[in-house]
């Protein structure tokens, strides 16, 4: 027999130490998209990012083990890339690989907004950290859970931060808009700029920001505009050997590029760096918006009053106050100044491999359906983790995709189990949990936001469904929130969920 651990996740690895905690011998395989061995994800978007926080991401076990103690294939570096449920057979980069049975474990990728980082992977958390050791003005597309929490990381090094938010209050999905009112407390006391209600219109790629706030950021590559507009009128189409192609026009200058730094680009056997300068300047001068005209000196440096050309004074009309990376520019047209921009605008099931496969996905977002056992419609099949949408029995049926740790595990560990002995398969009823760090303070949450109605009494948000308490959310209470889960657990009554928050 054999196991087949699609996700190299948390369920996932949850999966295969179930399997033989059970007592299963059998053959098991791991895939995994990324080369990384498994690794626990939360940390990237908390003491990862802290200025002192860990310098490596260490795996959950170590390839010996995986391999030796729990005898486990590992086939890691390649996404699957097809399921075919009539001959049971997951294909991995062009190889069949047979199974009986299957636990889907996939996890979600993170919705992607161009021109911005994401915080989903090793190599995300890396990339978001360097750019806040370097004292990166950071604005944060979306206020949750990950934004909040990079948005800490900012603050906590003394640096700028913005939130940009659609909704009217953050959250509202996740904990319901009374509790988000809360929350958004915590980012204004913190010195977080939280622009709620805002959208972006797009991603802005290096410029010069102009004394008194009137400069603009452009979409792209371009120079530096006489009379103060600051505007950049050509979109860098790609770096090309001997120099910048701009997006329209043949654009090419006479110096090699070595390389493209943050705010501009480096020119080969050139000791001039534009990283913290001008944005718009390319080999052999700079490129005025709307002009095809180019300066025949380079780049000496940002001055006050303009831009100084090297060897030479070349000053233009309006004064320059820092040369930026980019910006995050709004409906409307403001232009938000960064030096870092992290999009953290949720995440989409990773299941485009199970299209067609005939295991049904949930017409809203993808995910897998599953019923409350986790069995995910064609036999032997069985789905995990943040890719699964499951009827929870303990909130009357209410279907839920997690993208918790704590669910992650306890569903890998059953979706293993149920499937290797479908016959014992059981509900899987366990009350939501899960946590965040802003600002110093501990946020955490158990239950259901959905509700009838919601009460905060301080630090306490509590949620009401019928008679009981369904949901629960505290703010530096860390000894009570998992007595509101075990009342949660027990189907407790509301009067006396009311009469523990009064007392507690």
């Known amino acids: 027999m054999t196991l087949v651990v699609v996700g190299a996740s948390l369920a996932g690895l949850r999966a295969v130490e179930s399997a033989r905690r059970t007592g299963y011998r059998g053959r098991i395989v791991l895939v995994g998209a990324e080369e990384h061995l498994p690794y626990d994800r939360p940390p990237l978007s908390k003491a990862f990012l802290a200025a002192g926080g860990p310098r490596v991401v260490e795996p959950f076990h170590s390839e010996e083990v995986l391999r030796g103690e729990l005898g486990v294939e590992l086939m890691l570096g390649a996404p699957a890339e097809s399921l075919d449920t009539d001959v049971r057979e997951v294909t991995v980069a062009g190889t069949a690989v047979r199974y009986d049975a299957l636990v889907i474990a996939t996890g979600a990728t993170a919705r992607r907004l161009p021109g911005a980082h994401s915080l989903r992977t090793a190599e995300d958390a890396f990339a978001v950290r360097a750019a806040l050791d370097r004292g990166a003005r950071t604005v944060v597309v979306g206020a949750g859970f990950i934004g909040a929490e990079v948005a800490s990381a900012a603050r906590a090094r003394g640096l700028p931060v913005t939130i940009v938010e659609a909704a009217p209050v953050p959250l509202a999905r996740a904990v319901g808009e009374t509790a988000g009112a809360v929350l958004a407390g915590l980012h204004h006391a913190a010195g977080t700029d939280l622009r709620l209600g805002t959208e972006v219109e797009a991603v802005v790629a290096g410029g010069v920001r102009l004394a008194g706030g009137e400069g603009r950021l452009g979409s792209g590559v371009g120079g530096v505009v006489a009379g103060g507009e600051g505007r950049f009128g050509f979109e860098a189409d790609a770096v090309v050997a001997g120099g910048v192609r701009l997006a329209g026009g043949e654009g090419r200058f006479g110096s090699e590029v070595e390389a493209v730094v943050a705010g501009g680009v480096r020119l080969a056997g050139d000791e001039a760096r534009l990283g ?32 100084r050309l090297a060897g030479g004074e070349g000053r233009f009309g309006s004064e320059v106050e820092a040369g930026v990376a980019g910006g995050v520019r709004l409906v409307g047209g403001e232009v938000l100044p960064a030096d870092l921009v992290v999009a953290g605008i949720g995440a989409a099931p990773a299941t485009g491999w199970l299209e067609g496969s005939g295991v049904p996905l949930h017409p809203r977002d993808r995910g897998v359906v599953c019923d409350a056992t986790l ?21 009357d049926g209410e279907p839920m995709r997690l993208e918790h740790w704590t669910s992650a595990a306890e569903q890998g560990a059953a979706a293993a189990r149920h499937a290797l002995d479908p016959a014992s398969a059981r509900a899987v009823a366990t009350v939501p949990y899960f946590w965040s760090d802003w600002y110093g303070h501990r946020v955490q949450f158990v239950g259901t936001p959905h509700a009838d109605e ?14 009981r308490i369904v949901g629960a ?7 009570e929130i998992m007595k509101y889960r075990r009342r949660i657990a027990a189907r407790g009554r509301w009067a006396e969920a009311l009469d523990f928050a009064g007392t507690a």
Not at 378 to 392: K, Q, T
């Open 276 to 307: 913290t300068g001008v944005g718009g300047a390319v080999a052999g001068g700079v490129r005025l918006a709307g002009s095809e005209g180019q300066l025949g000196s380079g780049v000496g440096g940002a001055v006050a009053g303009g831009v």
């Open 375 to 395: 069995a995910a419609g064609p036999p032997g099949v069985y789905a995990a983790g943040d890719v699964a949408h499951v009827a929870n029995p303990l909130f």
């Open 454 to 467: 919601v009460v905060t009494t301080g630090d306490v948000t509590l949620y009401r469904r019928g008679e």
């Open 473 to 479: 959310l505290t703010v530096d209470r860390p000894r």
